[in-house]
């Protein structure tokens, strides 16, 4: 059972280029969300999805954009990357509130971002 | 809004000291609670979650009791161990909301 898997691992952009972060997931979740995480900042969330072809803005949203065309997938866009978004990127994924609130989120391991 | 407040790390301890890491919430409701960890390269994990006032969630020697009266969820091991070391987060989450809250994390290490 992969869970929630992240692509790539690590990347390294130069200032300006673009790139997409993919996020899987095989438990038939309908929530899934991308955070960053930034020493001292705690978790950051970006962007999350309620359902297939749905998606809304977080706390930090500026800069990226998202997509979700199939229920199983979130991919996480930025079209300009710029030094500030250097950060390690986590797509998470949960059930819905209809079952449950309890529902707790599972977590991919990262995408590491480095902009120079 | 929604938060969740934990004690600031890191918290250093000796192998088997007894560990408390503070967490208190402000939510409307009744909402669930949570704590993750998150081991160094990995992503957060569920540790234990409590669903209810008086509940008490445990994991691998880990326990909290969810108290309503004092909106409290500390999480506390009796003997930690050198593998505990990690970052740990509390966390919440509504009925009524699509996203979690999530506190900033406390570091924790334990020495041999």
């Known amino acids: 059972n992969a869970g929630v898997t992240q692509t790539p691992k690590f990347r390294v952009l130069k200032t300006g280029q673009s790139m997409t972060l993919l996020c899987a997931q095989d438990m038939n979740h309908e929530y899934m969300y991308w955070y960053r995480q930034d020493p001292g900042m705690g978790l950051r969330l970006i962007h999350y999805s309620v359902g297939e072809g749905t998606t809304a803005k977080g706390e930090v949203p500026d800069g990226y954009n998202v997509s979700r065309l199939k229920k199983q997938n979130f991919l996480l866009g930025l079209e300009s990357a710029a030094p500030s978004q250097t950060s390690v990127y986590f797509c998470?994924?949960?059930?819905?509130?209809?079952?449950?609130?309890?529902?707790?989120?599972?977590f991919g391991n990262g995408t590491r971002l480095t902009v120079t | 809004g929604d938060s969740v407040t934990q004690m600031e790390g890191p918290v250093t301890l000796s192998e088997e000291a007894f560990l408390t890491i503070n967490c208190t919430y402000t939510a409307t409701g009744y909402p669930s609670l949570f704590w993750y960890v998150q081991y160094p390269g990995e992503g957060l994990q569920l540790l234990l979650k409590a669903t209810k006032a008086d509940d008490k969630g445990s994991n691998k020697g880990f326990e909290a009791t969810y108290r309503k009266e004092t909106t409290s969820f500390h999480l506390e091991k009796g003997s930690v161990q050198v593998s505990d070391s990690a970052v740990y987060f509390c966390a919440l989450r509504r009925g009524g909301s699509y996203i979690p809250t999530f506190g900033r994390g406390t570091s924790l290490i334990v020495h041999p």
């Open positions: 998470a994924s949960s059930h819905s509130r209809d079952r449950g609130p309890d529902s707790p989120l599972h």
